[in-house]
């Protein structure tokens, strides 16, 4: 994949990130990924990867983020990684607070994610799959911030990119716990902007619409906004990241659709939301 433009915007948005030097006194983007296996992760690190850009990617499955790697190697990044479950917190927390102290991490990407949905017969999707959901999409987000939280704020410089959804603007029958965890997603990271601006933290949170992806793929019903690909998302991404952008949503009408959904009264909103019908195959 050759560089895009979003990717030399992405360069610049983790310049914002520099905390380490290399041999040649040239700073280092420290750059964290999480869910960089594959997918949008996959395409956020291959489009920021580039010489003097250290690159630690986090997800479960080791060959495939080596894979990943390769190709971040292969266009000039310095790249470490971790078989992670985000889920785990103590393993989370020592493989940040290494990498933290080794290469301070100017930019940070809660990206991981998992999806459910409800059963063909409109069955809840039961409470494991509903709390797995909101565990890798929530905490592990939390699981990722909260340990480089302090030192960002004690350098003054860190920036948070926290990829939401916008099935968390308005919560749609089909994916109750998705949109609960991307709800979170989306508040937490508003907040974290709020307190921390003044600290130097720059926060963007993402709603993204579908892109192609293993996730995207176990969808069944329409698409509503299409699809574009993941690198074409991760682009969108982080050109937002660069311009230090508060918010991205992407497609933007769709989410200011939701939004508006999100403001009618319950019954009217709740009546158009079950005209909005798709369904998530299990294997997320
Ligand atoms: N695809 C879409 O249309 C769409 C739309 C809006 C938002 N999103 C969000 O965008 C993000 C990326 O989605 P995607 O479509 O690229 O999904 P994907 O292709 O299924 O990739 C998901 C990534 O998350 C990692 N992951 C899952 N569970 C994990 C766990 N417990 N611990 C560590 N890593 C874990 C996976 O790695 P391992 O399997 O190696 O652990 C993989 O790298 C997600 O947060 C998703 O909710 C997707």
């Known amino acids: 994949m050759k ?40 395409a956020l690190a291959e489009a920021l990867a580039g010489p003097g850009v250290a690159l630690h990617l986090l997800g479960r499955d080791a060959a495939a983020l080596e894979a990943v790697a390769a190709r971040c190697r292969a266009r000039g990044a310095a790249v470490w990684l971790a078989a992670v479950d985000v889920t785990d917190a103590a393993a989370m927390a020592a493989v940040l607070r290494d990498w933290d102290q080794a290469r301070p991490v100017g930019l940070a990407i809660a990206n991981a994610g998992v999806s459910a949905g409800t059963g063909p017969d409109g069955a809840p999707e039961g409470h494991d799959a509903a709390l797995r959901q909101v565990r890798v999409n929530l905490e592990g987000a939390l699981n990722l911030v909260e340990p480089l939280l302090p030192g960002m704020l004690s350098r003054r410089q860190g920036q948070l990119l926290l990829v939401g959804s916008m099935m968390g603007f308005r919560g749609l029958p089909d994916v109750p716990a998705y949109a609960a965890s991307k709800a979170g997603v989306w508040a937490y990271g508003e907040a974290l902007r709020a307190a921390h601006r003044a600290a130097g933290l720059r926060v963007t949170v993402a709603a993204p619409g579908f892109f192609a992806s293993a996730m995207s793929a176990r969808v069944r019903g329409a698409r509503a906004g299409g699809e574009v690909s993941a690198e074409a998302m991760a682009a969108r991404l982080l050109r937002a990241v660069a311009r230090g952008r508060g918010r991205v949503v992407s497609p933007w009408w769709l989410g200011a659709g939701l939004r508006a959904l999100a403001l009618l009264p319950p019954g009217l909103g709740d009546r158009l939301a079950r005209l909005v019908r798709f369904r998530v195959e299990p294997g997320g």
């Open 3 to 42: 560089p895009s433009s979003g990717a030399a915007q992405a360069g610049g948005a983790a310049a914002a990130g520099q905390g380490a030097t290399q041999a040649d006194g040239a700073a280092v983007r420290s750059v964290v990924i999480t869910g960089a296996s594959r997918g949008l992760g996959a």
